[in-house]
């Protein structure tokens, strides 16, 4: 659609919205919104239109095509801009929130004086919003949930993005002569799945032209603090990232503070001034005389104070402190452990390409088995009902052409159905390696019916892995509200192992579920979901998943040799 006709579809939208804020002729309004919706639709752009042709418009006359012509010569119209001054910025803006339409900031306004997302946020804090006649606890909690994820949207970045941009300008600073060592911190080494801003770290003998530099990097479309020892950019992403410059002995300590979270850093100052020490961000000093005594590595300064070393992913003050102490922090999954890749896709379902474009990717990554995982459903009731066998047929020529690098497997992503029945018949997935079952679709049942529905497919007996188990897609949609101890349960007794999804809008199963589910002594499969070649290289952010719900090698299938994973399979 041409942008033009967007703009004028937005200006009327807009206008709508304000004059039903203002309480405004309700004719008029519905009229506006009718407008806004013809410009949108029309394939043409409408300011080629003549008067007549402009006339022509459903729902357009003579008023209405000035004001047309008036927003496309100067962007808006008068009768807009009298809106907007009637009407609180801060409305406008909560109106922008997904769920709150006029109608509902009306109320708000009215009722609670509220007249901004601040005080909406701080509203729904209060439990102010159930006090209003005709909104309610629901409705509080619903906006209390569109209000996380908007923030969410405009302040946090995927983790993947976050960590192409913080290696891309590693890289360019490590080429430097100038930059003895280098290396990001803060919520992306906890690998969390989006980070809020970039923490970068860096030593050499010349601050000043480290950051001379920092700020005049490829990428870099604002500079916001400029100093000796520390910088500020913002990247074209919108990603803010930090750039401090420290003392080669105080890099350790530095990295360790700049990790964080804050949360575990708290806990081990705690440790620290007990035993007699200050700890900051330039190193472990003892108090008595203040000496340093240790800094330049982060090992030396945890160890220094008793501590064993936790993997950055676990210091979210979650145990890992006590286990420290203790000694017993576990042996996490590394990325290298990984041998192979459970769920995947090709032009059979959702895919973009072949079973041999996918295997030679993969092999390039050094895995040694690669799982095709299709939607069959849709296929089989379209082409022919021997799918499976044309696309084994295809897997074992792929086989017979890579030989012993990589062994492809045949599997099928089989969809539950709302009663926890699998979308394909038995006859099918009896004749493939492994099965994923998934939901896709109906994620809004209440958390009884959601429960029993998972249940009933986990006791299906062809089921091997329960495919991004929550649902949940950041920034878009929560996590389903089903039972998960009973569905961790089932699992356990079903012998059906969890996946934890590396796709960046997924990674599912989260931490805390992840940690949950090992209390079940269930095992995981880290697993990329690849829908084109590219994703395949997406396992490690699901390895960093995996790490932060402190999950071990022995507790990952896909870290086994492939025929061990054949006899698992076989349950
Ligand atoms: P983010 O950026 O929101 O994704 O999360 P972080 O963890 O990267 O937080 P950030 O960027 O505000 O700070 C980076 C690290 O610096 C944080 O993880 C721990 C440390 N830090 C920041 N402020 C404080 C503080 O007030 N006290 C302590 N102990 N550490 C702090
Ligand atoms: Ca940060
Ligand atoms: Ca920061
Ligand atoms: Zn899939």
Not at 269 to 282: D, F, H, N, P
């Amino acid at each position: 659609m041409p942008r033009v006709n967007d703009e004028v579809a937005q200006a009327f939208e807009e206008l709508a919205d304000l004059l039903q804020i203002a309480g405004g002729d309700r004719f008029k309004i519905v009229a506006y919104r009718r407008v806004a919706e013809e410009v949108r639709a029309f394939a043409r752009d409408i300011s080629t239109l003549d008067d007549k042709e402009l006339g022509a418009l459903r729902g357009v006359g003579k008023a209405t095509s000035s004001k047309i012509r008036e927003v496309l010569k100067t962007g808006t119209m008068a009768k807009l801009e009298d809106a907007r001054a009637a009407v609180p910025r801060g409305i406008r803006e909560m109106t922008a929130l997904p769920g709150l339409g006029p109608r509902t900031a009306l109320l708000l306004h009215a009722e609670l004086g509220v007249k901004s997302l601040a005080e909406l946020d701080q509203a729904i804090k209060e439990q102010r919003l159930r006090t209003v006649k005709g909104l309610g606890k629901k409705t509080e909690e619903n906006l209390a949930s569109a209000l996380r994820r908007f923030k969410g949207r405009q302040e946090r970045v995927p983790v993947d993005v976050a960590l192409r941009v913080a290696e891309d300008l590693l890289a360019a600073l490590r080429k430097s002569d100038l930059v003895t060592e280098a290396a990001y911190c803060g919520s992306l080494r906890r690998a969390k799945e989006t980070v809020g801003d970039l923490d970068l770290l860096a030593t050499g003998p010349d601050p000043a032209a480290i950051m001379q530099l920092f700020t005049s990097l490829e990428g870099v479309s604002g500079v916001s603090v400029s100093g000796s020892t520390k910088s500020s950019i913002r990247t074209r992403e919108g990603l803010q990232v930090d750039l401090r410059v420290v003392a080669s002995d105080e890099f350790g300590a530095a990295l360790q503070y700049f990790s964080g979270s804050k949360e575990h850093n708290v806990r081990v100052r705690e440790i620290a001034v007990k035993q007699g020490y200050k700890l900051s961000e330039y190193g472990l000093f003892r108090v008595s005389d203040n000496v340093r005594v240790a800094g330049a590595t982060e090992a030396e300064v945890y160890e220094a104070l008793g501590l064993q070393t936790p993997p950055a992913p676990m210091r979210e003050n979650r145990g890992e402190i006590e286990a420290a102490l203790k000694g017993e922090i576990p042996e996490l999954i590394q990325l290298s452990d990984i041998q192979g890749d459970l769920h995947s896709h090709t032009r059979y379902s959702d895919g973009s390409t072949t079973v041999r474009e996918m295997a030679l990717t993969a092999m390039g990554l050094g895995r040694r088995y690669l799982a095709i995982t299709d939607h069959l459903d849709a296929w089989v009731k379209s082409h022919s009902p021997d799918t499976v066998k044309l696309q084994a047929e295809e897997i074992a020529a792929v086989n017979e052409e890579f030989g012993d690098r990589i062994t492809v497997l045949q599997g099928v992503e089989v969809d539950i159905g709302p009663e926890g029945t699998l979308a394909l018949p038995d006859s099918i997935l009896n004749r493939v390696e492994l099965v994923i079952a998934s939901i896709h679709r109906r994620y809004g049942l209440d958390a009884e019916a959601m429960t029993r529905r998972v249940v009933k497919a986990m006791q299906h007996p062809s089921v091997n892995i329960f495919g991004h188990p929550t649902g949940r897609w950041l920034g878009q949609r929560e996590a389903a509200e089903f039972d998960l101890e009973q569905v961790f349960a089932a699992a356990r007794d079903n012998q059906v192992v969890m996946e934890i999804n590396s796709n960046p809008a997924r990674l599912d199963l989260k931490d805390d579920h992840i940690r949950l589910a090992k209390e079940f002594g269930l095992l995981f499969s880290i697993n990329t979901d690849s829908h084109n070649p590219g994703h395949l290289s997406r396992t490690r952010l699901g390895v960093g998943m995996a790490q932060r719900g402190w999950v071990t090698r022995p507790e990952v299938i896909n870290a086994l040799a492939v025929d061990d994973l054949r006899d698992l399979f076989k349950k």
